[in-house]
């Protein structure tokens, strides 16, 4: 069940990601098109829109990674004192 949460979350984050990267080309038509008329490669322009969606997701990376060790450390730590009840399901 765990497995398909994931698929669908990662799913959800993809289709924002694709929505925004649209929006960002619909708002720099013009540039974009100035650009190929004086010009830039095709590489050149995915580059120049594919680098903000990477400095996005590298600055939401660095964010959220130590959050996450820091949770993940919380939990274990409080599985093994014994403080949570886990339980191992097997199918």
Same mark, same amino acid.
């Given at each position: $069940? #765990? #497995?398909? +949460?994931? /698929? /669908?979350? &990662? #799913?959800i984050s993809c289709m924002g990601l694709s *929505? /925004? *990267? %649209?929006?960002?080309t619909l708002q720099?038509?013009?540039e974009i098109g100035v650009?190929?008329?004086l010009g830039a490669s095709v $590489?050149? =322009?995915?580059? /120049? =829109?594919s680098t903000d969606f990477i400095k996005l997701v590298m600055l939401s990376c660095t964010i959220v990674t130590p &959050? %996450? !060790? !820091?949770? $993940?450390?919380?939990? +274990?730590?409080a599985i093994l004192q014994g403080? &949570?009840?886990?339980r191992l399901f097997l199918q």
């Open positions: $069940m #765990f #497995f398909y +949460f994931a /698929l /669908l979350t &990662i #799913f *929505a /925004l *990267a %649209a929006y960002s720099r038509q013009k650009r190929k008329v $590489m050149g =322009i995915v580059k /120049l =829109i &959050i %996450a !060790w !820091w949770t $993940m450390d919380r939990s +274990f730590k403080k &949570i009840e886990h």
